[in-house]
């Protein structure tokens, strides 16, 4: 049976997304297979040969469908962070690398202990100067979702890119996306 059969999602039609300035949530992500897909990069940095990992990020790729939700996120002024594992020189490169609409960074060393405790999505809130019920947040492992619903704040699980996909099935998330343009439908 197919992931989205699983999930119960359809494909729906392209669709212009009017959000309303006063009921938009804050945007959480993590950054590697959530919003890039870095597997040409994951040898590099499992050996934490940085340089290496930074090589090869002009050969990595958006996933398809980000690019609208980047524009809808800049057009609406919607804040942002990314929470992840690895170290701030790689996300910040990366950031940079595709011109990501991020305003905040919480890193490996940023936050302790790390995913999957909640330590690092406390600082996001701290920094996006919001509570938990008005953020949201997308990620690709099971740490995203434990991080996430730890903090109180709502959480999804994307599939576009995991590599856990039977452990984020179980993972208590609190939606479950399979395209990337389904984060416009859950950020209003």
Known sequence: MKLANQLRITNQPKRNYLIDTDMRKNIIFDLDLTLVDTTLAEPYRSQRDWNGAYSVLPKCIVYEGLQEVFDIIRKYGISTCIVSTSPRPYVEKVVRQFNLPINYIVAYHDARPIKPHPAPMFKALEMLGCDAKSAISFGDR???I????????????CFWGTKEKLELLRSGYSHAIVNPCEILTLIR
């Open 146 to 157: 434990q991080a996430s619903n730890a903090a109180g704040i709502e959480s999804v699980a």
């Open 142 to 144: 099971v740490i995203d």
